[in-house]
């Protein structure tokens, strides 16, 4: 069983930064993909970017890319997302999600709230 939490949203102006962390407790996160999603006013749950257990391997939606950064501290069991230039359309909630042993993310956090304000 992996639980994940999400830290780090709240409210930015648009063209600022914030970082959004998923922690696990349980089964650690260090051995499994993982990826961050977001789910807009009105809109379904996004994907945005992923990242593979080692970090040799990420990948990003096309309206994120350059703009938000994945990483992952396997030593901390945590994954990151740095957003910079943030812009009124990326408010959401923000959930991380992990893949074990699945070729689906199977195990979700409960979200995260990003507020940027124009």
């Known amino acids: 069983q992996v639980q994940l939490v999400e830290s780090g949203g709240g409210l930015v102006q648009a063209g600022g930064s914030l970082r959004v962390s998923c922690a696990a407790s349980?089964?650690?996160?260090?051995?499994?993909?993982v990826g961050w999603f977001r789910q807009r006013p009105g809109k379904e749950r996004e994907f945005l970017a992923s990242?593979?257990?080692?970090?040799?391997?990420?990948d990003y939606t096309d309206s994120v890319k350059g703009r938000f950064t994945i990483s992952r501290d396997n030593a901390k069991g945590t994954v990151y997302l740095q957003m910079n230039s943030l812009k009124f359309e990326d408010t959401g909630v923000y959930y991380c999600a992990a893949r074990v042993n699945s070729p689906q993310y199977n195990y979700w956090g409960q979200g995260t709230q990003v507020t940027v304000s124009s």
């Open positions: 990242i593979s257990w080692n970090s040799w391997t990420t």
């Open positions: 349980g089964r650690a996160l260090s051995s499994y993909p």
